[in-house]
C-alpha cells in the first residue's frame, strides 16, 4: 500500500514539474461590460470563462457596486475595462486591487475628442459629471463601436493574458487572430448594409455613437443629452424639436437602459421615426458572439428606420 502510495506521490510531482504545476489556475478574469466581456472570451476559449460584471441593462455611467460584484473584483487576477471616462465607479476600488486593470481605451488605434458645441449642442444644465466627462479635450470612450479598435483590444487582451498565463499563451493567439478574421467580416457587412443610408439624418439619445458614426459614415446631427443620468433642460428639447424638423431628422434612437419618454415627446407630431440602438447588447445572453450580434443589431437598426421601414 506505502509502494503504491509513494507511485502515485511520484507520478504528481512528474506531472507537476511538466505542467509548471498540476493544480495551476486559470486566471481569474474580470470584465465591466457585455462587448468587451464578448471579446475577452473569445480569447479564452478552451481555457476559462471572464466574468462579467455589468449585467443586462445596467448602465456604466451611472452604476454602484453590489456585494457580489466588489467580491468578483477583490478575487480577479485581471480586470479589463474601458477606464475611467466612462466606467468611474471602478476608479477607486481598482486602485486598491490586487488585481492588473487594464484600460482597454489606451490600445484603440481610433480615438476621438468627445463632442461639444456645434450641432451637438451644448447643454449647461447636463454637460460634465464624474466619471464620464465629455467636456473640452476628454476622449469619448464609447470606442468598441468601432469594429477596428475591436481588434486593437483583442491583440491587447491576447497579450495581457500570455503574460500572466505563458502555458496558454499559444491558444490566446489563435483565438485573437481567428477574432480579428471575423471582425474584419463583420465590418464589411455592416459598411455594406449601412452605405444606402449614410445621408439620412438621425439624433440619438446619448452622445455615444461617434465612433460607429465615423466608422461608417452615417449622419448623426444631435443628441437628446451629454449626460444620460441628467435630463435635458426644456429648451434644450425646444432646440432638438426644431431640428428634427428643419433637418428633415429621419429616426430619433432611444436606449434600453433609459426611459424612451424624451424620444417619444420628440418625434411626436413629426414625420421622424423611432427605434433602439443597444451600444452594450444589454438584450443579448452574456458570451462570445454579443459583440458580434450587437454590432448587427446597431446596424440592422439603424438601417431599417433610417430607410423609412416601419417596425
Known amino acids: ?49 471572464p466574468t462579467l460584471l455589468l449585467k443586462g441593462a445596467a448602465s456604466p455611467h ?29 476608479e477607486k476600488p481598482l486602485r486598491t486591487s490586487k488585481a492588473r486593470h487594464v484600460a482597454l481605451i489606451e490600445t484603440a488605434s481610433v480615438r476621438y475628442p468627445a463632442r461639444e458645441g456645434g450641432v451637438w449642442g451644448k447643454d449647461r444644465h447636463a454637460h460634465k459629471h464624474k466619471g464620464h466627462n465629455h467636456g473640452g479635450a476628454s476622449t469619448d470612450p464609447h470606442v468598441w463601436l468601432d469594429p477596428v479598435n475591436a481588434g486593437d483590444m483583442v491583440d491587447a487582451v491576447a497579450r495581457e493574458l500570455s503574460a500572466l498565463d505563458a502555458e496558454n499563451s499559444k491558444r490566446y493567439e489563435a483565438n485573437a487572430a481567428a477574432l480579428r478574421q471575423r471582425l474584419t467580416a463583420l465590418n464589411h457587412e455592416i459598411e ?14 446619448h452622445d455615444g455613437y461617434q ?78 458572439d454579443v459583440y458580434f450580434l450587437m454590432m448587427r443589431q446597431l446596424a440592422e437598426n439603424g438601417r431599417r428606420c433610417l430607410s423609412g421601414i416601419r417596425d
Request: aromatic content about 10%.
Open 1 to 49: 500500500m506505502k509502494f503504491k502510495s509513494m507511485r502515485f506521490f511520484v507520478a504528481l510531482m512528474v506531472l507537476w514539474g511538466a505542467s509548471g504545476g498540476l493544480f495551476a489556475a486559470t486566471p481569474k478574469v474580470v470584465v465591466s461590460i457585455a462587448p468587451l466581456h464578448s471579446l475577452v472570451a473569445g480569447v479564452m476559449e478552451g481555457v476559462g470563462t
Open 62 to 90: 451611472d452604476h454602484a457596486l453590489r456585494p457580489s460584484e466588489v467580491a468578483a473584483l477583490a478575487d480577479a487576477d485581471i480586470v479589463f475595462w474601458v477606464g475611467t471616462s466612462l466606467e468611474g465607479f471602478l
Open 192 to 205: 455594406t448594409m449601412l452605405t444606402p443610408v449614410k445621408r439620412a439624418p438621425f439624433i440619438v439619445f
Open 211 to 288: 465612433y460607429f458614426e465615423k466608422r461608417y459614415g452615417l449622419n448623426g446631427v444631435g443628441a437628446i443629452t451629454v449626460n444620460p443620468e441628467q435630463k435635458p433642460s426644456a429648451q434644450r428639447l425646444r432646440a432638438l424639436r426644431d431640428t428634427v424638423q428643419k433637418s428633415g431628422v429621419a429616426c430619433v434612437f432611444a436606449e434600453p437602459q433609459y426611459s424612451d419618454g424624451l424620444v417619444k415627446s420628440i418625434v411626436e407630431g413629426t414625420t421622424a421615426r423611432y427605434s433602439i440602438w443597444d451600444p452594450l447588447g444589454s438584450n443579448v445572453a452574456p458570451g462570445m
